[in-house]
């Protein structure tokens, strides 16, 4: 089982980004899928999460009316549409799939991790 983010990238304060996650080996639609994230230093942090049918989510309060998350069951894929950037949002972003079909965000309900994608946003 692969999941892989990727659409991360060089951005200006202000500016967008949408992160996609594609799993591959196994389809992730009865289960919650998230984003989280790690500022260099820092310890890894939640950042947004949807469940099986995308009609639940969730979002840390520092993304919370700039970030939405998204999924496409149907391609086996997750979004994270990242908008009004900000210099503190630099990170590599992690998705990762739960191991049931809701999660309020934490991290040991998740099981499996893909292998990031840096964001740096320039003030």
């Known amino acids: 089982v692969q999941l892989q983010a990727f659409g991360g990238g060089s951005v200006q304060a202000g500016g967008s980004l949408r992160l996609s996650c594609a799993a591959s080996?196994?389809?992730?639609?009865?289960?919650?899928m998230g984003w989280f994230r790690r500022a260099s230093g820092k310890e890894r942090e939640f950042v947004a999460v949807t469940s099986w049918r995308g009609d639940v989510t969730k979002y840390a309060d520092s993304v919370m009316g700039r970030f939405t998350i998204s999924r496409d069951n149907a391609k086996n894929t997750v979004y994270l549409q990242m908008n009004g950037l900000k210099p503190e949002d630099t990170a590599i972003y992690y998705c990762?799939?739960?191991?049931?079909?809701?999660?309020?965000?934490?991290?040991?309900?998740?099981?499996?991790w893909g292998q990031g994608t840096l964001v740096t946003v320039s003030s």
């Open positions: 080996g196994r389809r992730f639609s009865n289960n919650a």
């Open positions: 990762a799939a739960a191991r049931k079909s809701y999660s309020g965000g934490s991290e040991s309900d998740f099981a499996s």
